[in-house]
């Protein structure tokens, strides 16, 4: 086995050690202890913020499913007054809202920071305050989101909320406000979460577990991590277009004015159908482990499985317009997109069979896992099969905006992921729980949900193949549909038996518990089932296979005596351990943040400033904003202190540093995530000034003159170079100016950085061009608002530099802050000149 970074595996030989003694489990205790009381919301450990995430999703997956009922009501005979035209518009686009948005993609992220450190083996997720700021802003903004409906103004536009029926003209009220700014907002959350799992996955594994053995959910989380950063910032930009619009007047979807409302389109379903497999791979991922755990067998084709999960990830970005073969948009596309809806079924189909052929190799126990793992195999099947119907073209042109297409989502959806989830609610359960579910309430829970999913959703296969539209909330006698809907509405009731019948035994029976929990009931053989506390692992395993319990039977009680790495607290402080990306080889020790108020107080004031702009209380909502950015400084300013002690013993003898920059720290890695998706927002808002181009070219005016153009670019590079300097020089430390020359050469990039802001936008002013003339003018300026953003953020940094400056504490070779801070003025600096250069250069004078 080849080392990445000149590591010793004769090391590893030295493992496991002697049992150490027990003080230090009780000093690990008193490191890591919760918080009491109301006090404990400040608390940050993924076991509290896990549970809280999951929590939370479950309850607006039954808020949208009551809504998901008060319309099966509605249609369940003809002409019903149940629910009024308006309120169902709202029902079905709040439905549909929160079951993707609140729902879906928060609770695989809940359940991955939940279940990750565990399988891992490692003390926390790398940024616990991240976690708990990305729960939180959920939660706040969640729950806001969803009381618009008690006030009237919730949503009425679909959860698509397609231009221009969502313009000011047709959507005069602030209901489409709540969801472009409610929705952009939510999305910064699951962001967060997921720069917290790409880190977490890559450089907090246990010494030992290669890319190789990682667990399947683990890869499975990983792929839908990068892929919410590069998906979202899609929909964050094409809301914040539509706001604008809305707000300000500036036509990016305005026809008559040189916008087109199809660009929305081609935004959201960048977003839209990739945010199906974002839902389907964690999924995925748990499923590969409990076909396992249910066959008491390894994953057959554990590669096979990787590769098509890295595959789905890949081609789901080339079928997009799969959602817009209506749009009469030309056959050479229309065919393109055809094939890659077809082909992405091939990877899901790899998947399936691997699972059918781990089941086939063992010995099944019929638990109440087992029975959702393959009710969900079924289900999941009959779904993808109607999904390559509907990949047909001609075919796509009959079932668009039918109820087939609603039957299509739902079995897709449901056995992609709904029951996969129940299946892990069961499996996973022993871990936070003193207490087991009853096997014998599970199985009637599963029969109920089974059988009312194939009630309520095959028939409207055939209620769309006869005509029946979605989004209707009524229809004409006398149209053979009376009695289709009628048996959906029936089947609907009866999945809710189903799940009522799970929260009754959830109340009889889970008893929440960090300690002395149910156990390993089903028998997995991953990490998350060794002994633990709030610190996770007594000691972190030295990983040789990827089932390490089913392979050493003994490691748990090897674990739990400390034979392993950091079987104490090398620093008094909470700890992890950082390894190598590939190979696992243990490279530092990284100082873990503990609790904490101001992650709380930033995510209520972000969710403030945003419902304050969206009830236009702008006043409030620069207050809010304000509060937010002291809140979010003030939690990062306990961080990156410079420490004592260079080095620590992490077991066995072996010595690794305790802080490090550059690229094997993890905080190098979250910079560039987050690069990504920021240069994502940039990336989208490039292809919507070309594409308003194409579509609009007699709308284009000259740009500003060349010299100018020369002379920004110009500033913007020496603002690179200077923010650049700064980075370089921090090494130096020799003679006060040597001290003081790299936060002064950042505070230089940062101006530099608003000049050349200011001299594009009054460049562009003086051609006479404005942003509410026509589609050239939005989208200019749009470059112009995105850069603004990177550049304030850019000088807060520098301020935020001046201040760790001036109370001393940027005094290491080593600083971290110093590091992110410069590269991020230099991501900055770059993004500066394409925006400048692109609409100055092209199409040309």
């Not at 410069?822 to 900055?828: N, T």
Request: aromatic fraction near 14%.
């Amino acid at each position: 086995m080849r080392s990445e970074t000149g590591f010793d595996y004769a090391l590893y030989e030295r493992f496991p050690t002697e049992k150490r003694p027990d003080s230090e489990v009780e000093e690990l205790n008193r490191i890591w202890r919760a918080p009491q009381g109301w006090a404990r919301l400040t608390a940050v450990n993924n076991n509290y913020v896990g549970f809280w995430y999951v929590v939370t999703a479950f309850g607006f997956f039954l808020a949208a499913g009551i809504l998901a009922l008060g319309m099966r009501v509605q249609l369940a005979a003809p002409m019903q007054d149940f629910l009024g035209v308006d309120t169902y518009n709202q029902f079905f686009t709040m439905h549909g809202t929160v079951m993707m948005f609140l729902f879906a993609v928060p609770m695989v992220e809940a359940i991955g920071i939940m279940l990750l450190p565990q399988m891992l083996a490692a003390r926390d997720l790398p940024f616990p305050r991240l976690s708990a700021f990305a729960f939180w802003a959920y939660f706040v903004g969640g729950t806001m989101f969803f009381l618009s409906l008690f006030v009237g103004l919730a949503p009425d536009g679909g959860w698509f909320m397609y231009p221009p029926l969502t313009s000011i003209a047709f959507s005069p009220g602030i209901n489409t406000d709540f969801w472009l700014l409610g929705i952009g907002f939510i999305e910064i959350s699951a962001i967060a979460g997921a720069i917290e799992i790409i880190v977490g996955v890559l450089r907090t594994r246990a010494p030992g577990m290669t890319l190789d053995k990682m667990p399947m959910f683990a890869w499975a989380m990983l792929v839908f991590a990068v892929m919410i950063v590069v998906a979202f910032p899609s929909v964050i930009l094409c809301t914040m277009l539509l706001e604008i619009e809305r707000a300000f007047n500036w036509p990016f979807f305005d026809a008559l004015r040189g916008g087109d409302p199809m660009l929305w389109q081609h935004l959201f379903w960048f977003f839209g159908h990739p945010e199906v497999y974002i839902i389907f791979i964690p999924a995925a991922g748990l499923m590969s482990m409990m076909v396992a755990a249910v066959a008491k067998v390894p994953l057959v084709g554990y590669r096979l499985n990787v590769l098509a999960l890295v595959a789905t990830g890949f081609i789901s970005f080339g079928v997009w317009a799969h959602h817009m073969f209506t749009t009469d948009m030309p056959r050479v596309s229309a065919g393109y997109f055809s094939a890659a809806s077809m082909a992405v079924s091939l990877p899901a189909g790899i998947q399936v069979f691997c699972w059918i052929a781990t089941l086939a190799s063992g010995k099944i126990k019929w638990t109440t896992p087992a029975l959702f793992v393959v009710g969900s195999v079924v289900i999941f099947t009959m779904g993808g099969l109607t999904g390559v119907m509907v990949g047909m073209v001609p075919f796509d042109w009959q079932a668009h905006d039918t109820y087939f297409i609603v039957a299509h989502l739902h079995y897709v959806l449901m056995g992609g992921m709904v029951f996969p989830m129940f299946a892990a609610f069961y499996h996973w359960h022993g871990m936070t729980s003193s207490r087991s579910l009853s096997e014998r309430v599970g199985r009637w829970v599963f029969g109920l949900m089974f059988a009312g999913l194939h009630i309520t959703f095959f028939p409207m296969h055939l209620t769309g193949l006869m005509g029946m539209p979605r989004r209707v909330y009524t229809y004409l006698p006398g149209r053979d549909l009376d009695l289709l809907n009628l048996v959906s509405t029936i089947g609907a009731f009866v999945l809710a038996a189903g799940i009522l019948l799970f929260l009754f035994d959830l109340a009889r029976r889970f008893r929440f518990t960090v300690h002395d929990d149910a156990g390993n009931i089903y028998g997995g053989g991953t990490l998350e089932w060794l002994p633990t506390g709030l610190y996770s692992t007594r000691s972190i395993p030295l990983v040789t296979s990827r089932e390490p319990l089913w392979d050493r039977p003994q490691i748990s009680k090897e674990v739990e005596e400390g034979r392993y790495f950091l079987p104490n607290s090398a620093t008094g402080q909470r700890e992890t351990l950082i390894t190598s990306t590939v190979m696992a080889e243990p490279q530092y020790v990284q100082l873990m943040p503990g609790p904490s108020p101001w992650p709380l107080s930033a995510a209520v004031f972000t969710a403030l400033f945003f419902l304050s702009l969206t009830v236009q209380g702008y006043a409030f909502a620069v207050f809010c904003g304000i509060v937010a950015v002291l809140s979010t400084l003030r939690w990062l300013w306990e961080t990156d202190r410079p420490i004592k002690q260079e080095s620590a013993d992490i077991g066995g003898g072996i010595e690794v540093p305790i802080a490090i920059t550059g690229p094997k720290s993890h905080g190098w890695w979250a910079l560039n995530t987050l690069m990504v998706v920021i240069g994502m927002i940039g990336f989208m808002a490039v292809f919507a000034y070309l594409y308003l181009y194409g579509i609009n070219p007699e709308v284009w005016s000259a740009p500003p003159p060349l010299g100018e153009t020369v002379m920004i670019v110009g500033i913007e590079a020496t603002a690179l170079l200077a923010a650049w300097g700064g980075r370089r020089f921090l090494a130096t430390k020799e003679g006060r100016l040597a001290e003081d020359l790299p936060w002064m050469l950042e505070a230089l990039a940062a101006a530099l950085l608003v000049g050349a802001l200011y001299l594009d936008v009054t460049g562009w002013l003086a051609t006479g061009l404005e942003p509410t003339a026509n589609g050239m003018g939005a989208t200019v300026f749009m470059l112009s608002v995105l850069q603004g953003q990177v550049v304030v953020v850019a000088v807060i940094m520098a301020a935020y530099l001046a201040f760790r400056e001036a109370r001393g504490i940027m005094t290491t070779p080593t600083n971290v802050t110093m590091d992110i801070v410069a590269r991020f003025k230099m991501f900055c600096a770059l993004q500066g000149m394409i925006f400048t250069l692109l609409p100055r250069v092209f199409p040309g004078v």
